[in-house]
């Protein structure tokens, strides 16, 4: 009897009562009481009539319980689905009801809200908040504090991630057991975690930055975690001499180096500063040496792959570059008209191999054939080239997509809806330099012959449908859009042409 998942990164450490997270309030939680909420969890689920390789859906605040619900998911053999908190109903009901989830766990002020959805999909609907509070966590208060755990196959499914695509359509990432626990193992043992770590965790757990890098690395080391609700400056800067690393996008840099607080002193203790999800500006990086004296390590994933290359630990950390293909994986550069190899220097499309790439996207074959060559690579839609040292750099994205704040955008899906609005008749939404995001959101709108929309109104409607982080930070509206000879609308220009509308 075995589950890979939960063995290595949670079972092992059963029976231990040294602390896993320290809280806010300066309390803290073994391992053992952690695991032993985690399986009333698992129980509580059960008792519901979820079974193995059922999707649990949820939404809810970064606290420790929601942490023990992917743990729990992991021990009951369920599919772990998280989703922004940020998300509109509409957005996630399409989230639900795609991936067939069992069970749809949300925040206990949005039952009512979330209550139709529920209905409509068949899911159970259960609530989980901060402070062991909604009715899961009722639920799991009756349960015992011990689970057999389900036996699983490494090539089981984990967990789903949704990644939105350029149609505008989120597909559903299928990761498996093996895809995370290998991704966790790797990187801690190249960045050198272990037991002794204390992790400032301050990015949310619904993404895999949050959840499958700094959680399963800190669970594969044995390490501890402060386990903050959300980024908070102040806490970051009083507590940063009571931790060893901390992963952060790189927002969370460019505001610690825009504090006068920040200071060499403060990073004393530190062992490592980790940076990903977006790219990280090599000025950044500089100035983060020069005021500390240590290098960011810049790494670089994805939802459908976990990561695929690190900077060394040991070693150069290249400022631009997001380093070497970890272990076990491999990255070429590829002609995007004919895949072929490209020589160190040239810039192409970048694919991965290894055993952290996922299965594919849930019941979209024809999207996975797009993306997952039958040889196993994965083409990546980003571009980039590989030096002669063999440091891999991002050069830029073949995807349009923007990374504002270390979430991903699709243009595509605001654009819709922004084209639906009365009076308007075509959009282009770009990202825009913004100093403390990296990007922001901007609409470029034309209107209808003699029709005149308020872009005002035009937000606010769009506003039921889009989670702020995704509504554009202005609408500009102009008489056309430009356009190459394909009829193709040319971002470039248009970003060229609004580069510094957000600075
Ligand atoms: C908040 N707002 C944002 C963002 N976050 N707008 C655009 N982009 C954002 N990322 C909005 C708020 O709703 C608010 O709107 C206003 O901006 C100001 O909020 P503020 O208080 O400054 O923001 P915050 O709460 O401090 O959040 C900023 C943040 C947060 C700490 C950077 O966005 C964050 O934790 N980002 C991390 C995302 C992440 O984990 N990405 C990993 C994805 P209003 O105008 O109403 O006031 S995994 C991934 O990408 C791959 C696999 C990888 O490689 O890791
Ligand atoms: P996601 O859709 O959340 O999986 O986002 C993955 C994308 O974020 C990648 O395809 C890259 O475009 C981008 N990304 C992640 N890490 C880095 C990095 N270190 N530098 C530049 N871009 C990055």
Known sequence: MSNPLYDTLF?????????FLHLENGTSLSHADFLARAAQLAHAMVSLGVRPGDRVAAQID????????????????LVFLPLNTGYTADEVSYFVENSGAALFVCQDHRRAEMSVLAKSTGAFLETLDQDQGGSLAKRADRQPADFDTVDRDGDDLAAFLYTSGTTGRSKGAMLTQNNLLSNAQTLAELWQFTAQDVLLH???IFHTHGLFVAVNVTLAAGGSMIFLPKFDLDFLLENMHRATAMMGVPTFYTRLLEDPRFTRDRTRDMRVF????????????VQFEDRTGHRILERYGMTETNMNTSNPYDGERKAGTVGFPLPGVELKITDP????????????QIEVRGPNVFKGYWEMPEKTAAELRENGFFITGDLGRIDDDGYVSIVGRDKDMIISG???IYPKEIELLIDDQPGVLESAVIGVPHPDFGEAVLGIVVAKPSANPEPD???RNI?????????????IFVRELPRNTMGKVQKNLLRKEYENYAQ
């Open 457 to 459: 109104q035009i937000l």
């Open 463 to 475: 506003s039921t449908s889009l989670a702020r982080f995704k509504q554009p930070r202005a609408l």
């Open 62 to 77: 970064k606290s420790p319980d929601a942490l023990a619900l992917y743990a729990a998911c992991a021990q009951a053999g």
């Open 337 to 348: 008209a004919t895949g072929d190899t490209l020589a160190n220097g040239e810039i192409g």
């Open 202 to 204: 301050a990015l949310p």
């Open 274 to 285: 980790i940076s990903g999800s977006a790219p990280l500006l090599a000025e950044t990086h």
């Open 11 to 19: 079972g092992r450490h059963a029976g231990k009562t040294t602390p």
């Open 406 to 408: 270390g979430y991903n």
